[in-house]
């Protein structure tokens, strides 16, 4: 069953790599599997609950979603790209503040989710911030801090764009 | 024990230490894991029937794909592992065991029949569908009243029925007592079947060690312990050649607090082939397999006097065991917990309980936040309303007239649980008020309808089990249950300190938390405190972190195990100063003399003394070493408590449930981390309105499982969460080390039948009696227009 191997190129957090997978291999698995990227994770194989969240081509995606192959020169943004081991990024001081993520496991896509929403809507209210989150599953924290983490990121944000 | 007042770092916020390397995709989760050479992936064939005899198994197909090592069997499996069944020892309970993966005859859609061992996890579910299993489908048995009929399936031959347990209780004089009621009230309410969806699915890896007989489970639990002795147990193979430990762990909620047949599976395998052998569950593996819990039917009539004083109560609980005992705790666990909470915060002194639990073709149920106690609360709190509805009493009078009142406390309940502090009365009237409850009912028109919605409150005073000790398991029948937890909590050399935990975090924030409590104990830096846990080859033997325990367990014994080190930092000290070791305090990473600061040393130098760093030697009589270890046994339970105090406006038109005001009051005693108790506040709450409104697991009638995809079982998302006003009471315990009460569950327990009540309480003007969870729109529309229309019929 396993098909012949087709070669996929993918420039991911800014590094162009070729690798050569089956057709059918997940984004995802590539990432994950090929790449070492493990900060991607799986929750749910079907698209719902948005842990796999990356950005594709500056657009959140679901890697579990998506087959590599069919990805073939795409730019891909994945949790270890958001700051490297720089200083956290603005997002990511917010969601520590706030205590927006418990096990963590799924907070890699909301950070994704934050970082495309807070580039379309720089100043959005809570219920802007609830629709933008409604792809994301969280079972620890209930939502209500991340909510808050995504308030006081869009903050900060904005006072690092008037500064800049 | 007296609660310690001298607490400096307890009862700050400080962020959490996790967080960095968790929000730079850093963790490793157990799929994360650096892969062993030769590693062998598994996947599972799963029973499509609910019952069956397995006439077959023709894996000539899949074993003949490439990459594929083998295809296994039950049989294959029988000579390695024994019947896998937990040790209860309570009367009423009938053992019942499984095969690890089915012989002869599966009893539930998911039940493992065979197992594949590939190269890669793409052929693994390349084989799936090559595996040929030939099956004569069998009568079966889904629902627990269905199973009690006395022409239903027998799942299990040697019991002879379903039931698998049964107890009962009755007070002194009971029926007497229940005569003395001048009402009586009868209600039965139900509950889904849920469970934890924690966003990383379960999976595990087991590893042979370069000393060969030597072997690494990865598995994320919460009990690691516990595992690694029922591994050891079925398997019979030492515990000293078993090494259990947890990757970091994606969200637990009880779930993941089970030893599982695919666990010991993992361990077979890789002493069988020596090969490193590693599993990873997928969605509808989770939800078609994992441990489900509640559904659970509660029958309750009580007798109260006309001043809504409650004589007496008999409670009747029947619980949904699923096919097979869950292990460790078997489904006497949510069944004991829902009679036991019951009494909760009020009075009641005239209790009678009867409570069973059937087998049926359906996943075992087990444990899942809250245990017992969402259901236990259901009843209750439903029946207060109830109580003030026929005697024309406001719902929170009728609560006022029977909670305990702060001078009872310490209060022993009628099932002998001691309730040492609470804050019950304080807790009911701050929710209220947050609330503004009067305005509310004053307000709160006759037909209930404004703007085409019909708005409700509702009310939940609750009590929290927390913290369970060796009493608290041996009286409800858990043998193989320890109670205790262990630390071991080391100065090392140059004075920074290591804190071993027989705990596994899932999240909790565990390794901030413990190293503030070390921290505050020994006078450190709390950055200068490193936490290992989840590692039984690191860490001394515990019960793990489940049924909040957490902080209550762990954080009292490395409160005691850091005390302990530090009497022998000022024994050296005292020494090496030539001092009274009574007068020194340990503070700034120092250990001084109060009224002579200067006189004093640093950590590191008492440490380089009892680590022979220097030329000053030891006093006689004194090991080395700067250490010390702590097994903390707590009380039979403690109890924390709360209030949830929801309005909430009902659609008439789509039987859609809107959240307008949520006021929760939490006292969960001794505070740790202010933040971190918030998290699990929120966390919780949002489950419970999970369960309240959308969450259920959906069996036919025959045990077909209708929804194993996060599609069909719905989460709560952002949306579906309103924002919750929060307010905490602090009544620290004064039986835990440093007055520490747990506070996991608490906003599940309180959530459910807050917003039951609440919606029943919007509709009850319409004649519409909501006794059941879930409430999703379909379902309330449904009891809306059968009021409707028997009101129609009525004119």
Not at chain 1, 110 to 119: K, Q, S, V, W, Y
Not at chain 2, 629 to 641: F, S
Request: aromatic share 6%.
């Amino acid at each position: 069953m396993s098909a012949t191997k087709v070669t996929v190129r993918l420039t991911v957090n800014g590094k162009d790599y070729v690798r050569e997978v089956e057709p059918r291999y997940l984004l995802a698995d590539f990432l994950r599997h090929e790449l070492h990227l493990t900060g991607t994770h799986i929750g749910c194989e079907h698209g719902v609950c948005g842990a796999c969240t990356v950005l594709i081509n500056g657009k959140t995606g679901r890697s579990c979603l998506q087959f590599a192959a069919a990805l073939d020169g795409a730019e891909i943004t994945t949790v270890e790209g958001i700051a490297g081991d720089g200083p956290l990024h603005p997002v990511q001081e917010a969601f520590h503040e706030a205590h927006a993520l418990q096990c963590g496991y799924c907070t890699p896509g909301f950070l994704m989710t934050t970082i495309e929403f807070l580039g379309q809507n720089p100043d959005p209210d809570r219920d802007e911030i609830r629709q933008a989150l409604t792809n994301n599953m969280c079972r620890c924290t209930g939502y209500l801090n991340i909510i808050d983490a995504v308030e006081d990121a869009a903050k900060r944000l904005r006072e690092g764009a008037r500064e800049a | 024990m007296k609660a310690i007042e001298d607490f400096t770092l307890v009862g700050k916020t400080i962020l959490r230490r996790e967080d960095a390397y968790l929000m730079r995709g850093k963790a490793q989760f157990l799929d994360d894991l650096p892969e062993p050479k030769g590693l062998i992936h598994i996947a599972f064939v799963l029973s499509p029937y609910a019952r069956a005899d397995i006439l077959s198994v023709d894996a000539s197909a899949a074993k003949a794909l490439p990459g594929v090592i083998d295809v296994l069997t039950g049989r294959d499996f029988a000579g390695d592992i024994k019947l896998f069944a937990p040790v209860i020892e309570i009367g009423g309970y009938r053992p019942v065991g499984r095969p690890v993966v089915a012989v002869d005859r599966v009893n539930f859609v998911g039940e493992y029949v065979a197992v594949i061992l590939a190269e890669s996890p793409y052929v693994a579910q390349d084989a799936l569908d090559l595996v040929d299993v030939s099956y004569d489908p069998l009568p079966s048995v889904a629902g627990i009243r269905d199973a009690m009929k006395p022409d239903a399936p027998v799942l299990h031959d040697h019991l002879g029925d379903n039931l698998i347990f049964r107890t009962a209780f009755e007070t002194e004089g009971f029926a007497d007592r229940f005569a003395e009621g001048d009402v009586v009230l009868e209600e039965e309410f139900r509950l889904g079947r849920v469970t934890g969806v924690m966003i990383e699915p379960r999976g595990c890896m087991a590893c042979p060690d370069p000393i060969a007989t030597n072997l690494t489970l990865w598995t994320p639990t919460q009990i690691p312990h516990i595992v690694r002795t029922a591994i050891a147990d079925h398997l019979d193979i030492s515990e000293s050649v078993l090494r259990v430990v947890t990757p970091a762990v994606g969200g637990g909620f009880g779930t993941k607090a089970h030893v599982y047949p695919d666990e010991l599976i993992v361990v077979a395998l890789a002493r069988r082939y020596g090969r490193a052998v590693k599993w990873v569950q997928d969605r509808r593996e989770e939800l078609l397999t994992n441990a489900h819990a509640r559904e659970h039917i509660l029958k309750i009539r009580i007798a109260a006097k006309t001043d809504g004083e409650i004589r007496a109560v008999h409670l009747d609980v029947k619980t949904n065991c699923g096919a097979y005992p869950n292990h460790p705790y078997s489904p006497t666990l949510e069944a004991t917990a829902a009679v036991r909470m019951m009494p909760g915060p009020y009075r009641i002194r005239n209790y009678k309980y009867d409570v069973c639990s059937v087998t049926t073709n359906t996943a075992p149920t087990g444990a899942y936040r809250g245990t017992g106690q969402p259901s236990a609360f259901l009843a209750i709190e439903g029946m207060m309303d109830r109580i003030g509805r026929r005697l024309g009493l406001d719902p929170a009078d009728v609560r006022r007239r029977n909670v305990i009142r702060p001078e009872e406390f310490p209060y022993v309940n009628v099932v002998g649980v001691r309730y040492d502090t609470g804050s019950y009365s304080q807790s009911l009237e701050r929710g209220l008020e947050m609330i503004g409850y009067d305005a509310f009912r004053a307000a709160q028109p006759k037909d209930r309808l404004v703007d085409g919605k019909y708005r409700g409150i509702g009310i939940c005073n609750y009590t929290e089990v927390s913290g369970t000790g060796a009493p608290g398991w041996r009286v409800r029948g858990f043998a193989k249950m320890p109670g205790f937890d262990s630390s071991r909590v080391v100065v090392e050399p140059d004075g920074k300190v290591t804190v071993y935990i027989s705990q596994a975090d899932a999240g909790q924030g565990h390794y901030t938390t413990f190293a503030q409590l070390a921290a505050d104990r020994l006078g450190v830096d709390w950055a200068d405190v490193t936490v290992v846990e989840g590692d039984t080859s690191k860490t001394p033997y515990g019960t793990g972190t489940f049924a909040s325990r957490g902080s209550v367990v762990g954080g009292g014994t490395v409160i005691r195990c850091s005390e302990k080190v530090g009497v022998k930092i000022r024994r050296l000290a005292g020494y090496m100063l030539n001092a009274d070791p009574e007068r020194l305090v340990l503070r700034d990473g120092r250990v001084f003399d109060p009224d002579d600061a200067a006189r004093g040393l640093t950590l590191r130098e008492v440490a380089e003394t009892a680590y022979s760093m220097n030329n000053l030697g030891l006093p006689q009589g004194e090991e080395h070493g700067l250490e010390a270890t702590d097994y903390y046994d707590p009380p039979m339970v403690t109890m924390a408590n709360g209030t949830h105090v929801v309005q909430v406006a009902v659609d008439p038109q789509d039987g859609r449930i809107e959240i307008e005001r949520y006021a929760v009051v939490h006292d969960c005693g001794r505070v740790i981390n202010p933040k971190i108790v918030e998290g699990q506040v929120h966390g919780a709450t949002v489950q419970g309105i999970g369960e309240a409104l959308m969450e259920e697991i959906v069996y036919d009638a025959e045990g077909q499982h209708l929804n194993a995809n996060l599609l069909d079982y719905l989460l709560p998302t952002a949306m579906d969460v309103p924002d919750l006003e929060l307010s905490h009471i602090e009544t620290p315990s004064i039986d835990t080390v440093g007055g520490i009460k747990g506070a996991a569950e608490g906003g599940l327990t309180g959530a459910v039948p807050a917003l039951a009540n609440a919606v029943c309480d919007a509709l009850s003007g319409l004649g519409v009696n909501i006794t059941r969870v879930p409430l999703r729109p379909s379902f309330v529309l449904e009891q809306i227009r059968n009021a409707q229309a028997a009101g129609e019929g009525r004119t």
